[in-house]
């Protein structure tokens, strides 16, 4: 009979590479958030305003913007990475203060650029999955779009009022916010597979458009993102060739030392 006690160096090795793989640490990401009220009927920007951190913490919180009829609190933007993979997740809190009626004029376009990203590493394929979830208790909006991607390199916001697009990998996800909490869909959504460079920004935007409530109203949006190194079927197959031939390998010496009965 095979004791349990020879598996514990493959238990414990397989202990350690969980470990491993699972660890994230604060990304040295810097930040810039820039929230942007354009009138929906005639394209014209109302106003923007922008912010940005350059100390590479990882975190990015407590910004408070106003703009034309809204406010938004972005009340963390956290940025994560470790091996193979890197993630950010905001919470963003939105009021809106306009007139009513002409709320459904009002768009309001929220943007987050997170640079310096160096995990996945070149050469590897990489993939972005994304989800978000809108809530509120009171304000109403007939759409919202989150868009996510990645770029190449640390680019930067282009004109405000609009959206930036070449994304690498890029999702998106749309749906409505109510009078309860929802997800946009789809949820989670993954964009097409691409080559990863070094380094490279995340960027998500956020569109809520066609506000049907009455004024003072305010809600929520939760989103997350993360790039992601593809799997390499050759490698993780061969990984896993040689991790059974090493424990055959070593039931077959323990046969040998048994002694014959």
Same mark, same amino acid.
Not at 8 to 22: R, S
């Given at each position: 009979?095979?004791?349990?006690? %020879?598996?514990?160096? #493959?238990? !414990?090795?397989?202990?350690?590479?969980?470990?491993?793989? !699972?660890?994230?640490?604060?990304?040295?990401? *810097?930040?810039?958030?820039? +929230?942007? *009220?354009?009138?929906?009927? &005639? !394209?014209?920007?109302?106003?923007?305003?922008?912010?940005?951190?350059? %100390?590479?913490?990882?975190?990015?919180?407590?910004?408070?913007?106003?703009?034309?009829?809204?406010?938004?609190?972005?009340?963390?933007?956290?940025? &994560?990475?470790?091996?193979?993979?890197?993630?950010?997740?905001?919470?963003?809190?939105?009021?809106?203060?306009?007139?009513?009626?002409? !709320?459904?004029? *009002?768009?309001?376009?929220?943007?987050?650029?997170?640079?310096? #990203? @160096?995990?996945?590493?070149?050469?590897?394929?990489? +993939?972005?999955? /994304?989800?978000?979830?809108?809530?509120?208790? *009171?304000?109403?909006?007939?759409?919202?779009?989150?868009?996510?991607?990645?770029?190449?390199? %640390?680019?930067? =916001?282009?004109?405000?009022?609009?959206?930036? $697009?070449? =994304? =690498?990998?890029?999702?998106?996800?749309?749906?409505?916010?109510? &009078?309860? /909490?929802?997800?946009?869909?789809? %949820?989670?959504?993954?964009?097409?597979?691409?080559?990863? #460079?070094?380094?490279?920004?995340?960027?998500?935007?956020? @569109?809520?458009?066609?506000?049907?409530?009455?004024?003072?109203? @305010?809600?929520?949006?939760?989103?997350?993102?993360?790039?992601?190194?593809?799997?390499?079927?050759?490698?993780?197959? =061969?990984?896993?060739?040689?991790?059974?031939?090493?424990?055959?390998? $070593?039931?077959?010496?323990?046969?040998?030392?048994?002694?014959?009965?």
């Amino acid at each position: 009979m095979i004791r349990f006690r %020879n598996f514990l160096p #493959f238990i !414990g090795a397989g202990l350690v590479a969980t470990a491993i793989i !699972g660890a994230s640490t604060p990304a040295h990401a *810097d930040f810039t958030v820039r +929230v942007t *009220d354009v009138n929906s009927s &005639t !394209g014209t920007t109302s106003t923007t305003q922008t912010q940005a951190t350059a %100390n590479g913490a990882g975190v990015f919180n407590g910004t408070f913007l106003n703009v034309g009829n809204f406010s938004v609190t972005l009340v963390t933007d956290i940025a &994560t990475t470790g091996p193979g993979f890197a993630k950010a997740s905001e919470t963003l809190n939105i009021s809106y203060n306009g007139p009513t009626p002409g !709320g459904s004029t *009002d768009k309001l376009i929220i943007e987050i650029l997170d640079t310096n #990203f @160096t995990n996945p590493t070149v050469p590897n394929l990489a +993939v972005v999955t /994304s989800n978000a979830s809108p809530s509120t208790t *009171d304000l109403a909006a007939t759409n919202v779009t989150m868009t996510s991607g990645v770029l190449a390199n %640390n680019a930067t =916001l282009g004109a405000a009022g609009t959206t930036l $697009g070449g =994304l =690498l990998g890029g999702t998106t996800g749309t749906g409505t916010m109510g &009078t309860a /909490s929802s997800v946009l869909s789809p %949820n989670p959504v993954s964009g097409a597979q691409f080559a990863i #460079f070094n380094p490279f920004a995340f960027y998500q935007s956020f @569109t809520i458009a066609g506000i049907t409530n009455t004024s003072a109203a @305010t809600g929520s949006i939760s989103a997350g993102s993360i790039v992601s190194a593809v799997p390499e079927p050759g490698g993780v197959a =061969l990984a896993l060739t040689g991790l059974s031939a090493m424990a055959g390998a $070593g039931w077959v010496r323990r046969r040998k030392a048994s002694p014959a009965v």
